[in-house]
């Protein structure tokens, strides 16, 4: 007899457990031109290359800088979206190791162009399965639409060395629709991915204040 691909998860609980959901109500909020100076809680030139994959307790202890240097000025644009999902939380249980968001134009995705950062963020804090953040410790949050946010670039130059090479792009010269989803895994397999969020361009455009 076949077993379907959640039925087999349900059966093997020692990996990740029986995974009943996916957060699949993200919807997108707002979207504002920010500073990448301005923006306290990135890290800046110089921070540890392991921040994300090591607690930052650790990296503290090993001497690598969590947060780095001062930020010179960069466009970018902050993107608000809601859920009721709590992202942290929902990774812990499921034994996930990564969190991430992931860009790209939703009119023709095959072209892989790094829009955005992969860190998501909430009130100040960046998320991460590795980090304590105020989410999990907060209990006026339950069962209400919690607002996370991520950055994405408004221009990048070609870098061609880049694997897979980077290609140039300036939404303050072409604003496009950008599509958007957050993602995260184990190092055994199994992931997890959540619903599609649009941004359209004339908001992208609105906030850029381009005619």
């Not at 130059?157 to 995260?184: H, M, T, W």
């Amino acid at each position: 007899m076949k077993l379907g691909f959640l039925t087999i998860l349900c059966l093997v609980p020692l990996f990740s457990g029986c995974i009943e959901h996916h957060p699949d109500d993200l919807a997108y909020a707002s979207i504002q031109s920010v500073d990448w100076q301005d923006q306290t809680e990135m890290p800046g030139p110089g921070a540890s290359s392991l921040s994300g994959l090591v607690d930052s307790t650790t990296l503290a202890l090993m001497g690598d800088s969590v947060m780095g240097g001062d930020k010179p000025s960069r466009p970018l644009l902050k993107v608000e979206f809601t859920s009721v999902e709590n992202l942290p939380r929902f990774v812990k249980e499921q034994n996930y190791a990564s969190l991430g968001a992931h860009a790209y134009y939703c009119d023709h995705p095959e072209e892989g162009t790094r829009l955005s950062f992969t860190t998501i963020y909430w009130r100040g804090h960046r998320l991460s399965p590795l980090e304590r953040d105020g989410i999990q410790r907060d209990p006026q949050i339950s069962n209400k639409k919690i607002t996370y946010y991520i950055y994405l670039d408004v221009k990048v130059d070609d870098r061609p060395k880049d694997i897979p090479p980077q290609l140039a792009f300036d939404f303050r010269r072409k604003p496009e629709n950008v599509c958007f989803y957050l993602s995260g895994g184990n190092n055994i397999g199994f992931g997890f991915k959540s619903n599609i969020v649009v941004i359209p361009k004339d908001k992208i455009a609105d906030a850029l204040r381009i005619d």
